[in-house]
């Protein structure tokens, strides 16, 4: 061959190295994709189907409101932070208790959260008690002939301890 001619060809040794470089690069990419991808896979399938979370809380189907079942709600903030009563409100709301009003309390000083029975209604008040997660002894029978709820949940200055802020 020509000397002239042979300048003008691209040498095949030197195109054919950067075409292994190039096929040796997406080869470890695409390998290390699909070993990101078995892995999340994998994750995805032994958290669903393998080894699922389990709560260490039991829901007792006794304290849950049942579907007909009205119990309706006042909630009064006297803990004398802002914001409370609605995130107690919109807790309560989604365990499909009536919230009729949100108000704050007379006293902004109120220590512990509690709940007041203005209908004598024991079981409504622990149905209350149990979904915010505090004990039966705070609940206070104070029957009122005038009241439009069944129950009122007083929020306290210790309400970061209750189911709706945890």
Known sequence: MLPALRRLRPSKRKSSRKSRLGT???WTCILISLGVVGTLGWQFVNRMWVNPPVSSTRERTDML???GEHIQLTVMNGSGA?????SFTDYLRARKFDVIEMTNFPKQDVAVTYIIDKVNDPVSA???AYALGIGDDRIKNEPDSNAFVDAAVVIGKDFKSTNPMR
Do not use: F, M, T
Not at 82 to 86: K, P, T
């Open 126 to 128: 622990k149905k209350v």
């Open 65 to 67: 409101v049942k579907a």
């Open 24 to 26: 040796v690069v997406l």
């Open 82 to 86: 802002d914001g409370v009563a609605r």
